[in-house]
């Protein structure tokens, strides 16, 4: 038997898991340990060829990496992810990544930067207008609500950016469900 760790790009949410965990014992594998961004599986090669392992990884779009570099990027990725769906946003970004991934901001930014060609800023804002879109659909909070969720300071911040990023006001959007984009493709 041979227990081997995949770094994965591209988990982003609970049904990557689900989905890669299902399908890599569908094989005989035994998934020992599934997190976003990585798998480890136990298999024998006799019965599995690694080969197999790497077509249910990609066939299901996501991306086997190994450079440090990326490695660092995708969890950055998530921590970004975390923050935005899942905190108070009462700390401010820079900080919420240091103390989470343990390094310092600038050179956690540098990489971001390099792995994906855009800043951790420019991320974070496509993030909120997704996550501003999704609450819209959800119908449960107004505006202003989704904005203090968000972090901004009032509603004026939010519907620029809004209007900036989708070219449509968020009452526009709202009436129209407009378009959205997958997290794993931001």
């Keep these: ?23 890599l014992n569908a094989t005989g594998a035994k998934v020992v340990d599934i997190q976003l961004g990585k798998v480890v599986i136990n298999y024998s090669p006799e019965k599995i060829d690694r080969s197999i392992i790497e077509q249910i990884i990609v066939g299901n779009e996501f991306e086997i990496i190994t450079s440090e570099e990326e490695i660092l990027g995708e969890q950055t990725k998530r921590w970004i992810i975390n923050y935005i769906y899942n905190s108070d946003l009462s700390s401010n970004l820079s900080n919420f990544l240091s103390s989470n991934i343990s390094k310092k901001y600038s050179m956690v930014s540098d ?24 609450l819209i659909e959800m119908g449960k909070l107004n505006f202003t609500q989704i904005a203090y969720l968000l972090g901004y300071n009032n509603l004026s911040g939010l519907s620029r950016q809004f209007k900036q990023e989708t070219g449509d006001t968020m009452k526009k959007y709202k009436e129209k469900r407009g378009v959205r984009i997958p997290l794993d493709k931001i």
């Design 1 to 23: 038997m041979i227990t081997q760790e995949f770094k994965i790009k591209g988990m982003i949410c609970s049904r990557c898991l689900k989905v890669l965990n299902n399908e």
């Design 111 to 134: 990489n971001f930067s390099n792995v994906f060609g855009q800043t951790i800023e420019r991320y974070a804002i496509l993030l909120k207008i997704e996550r501003t879109k999704e």
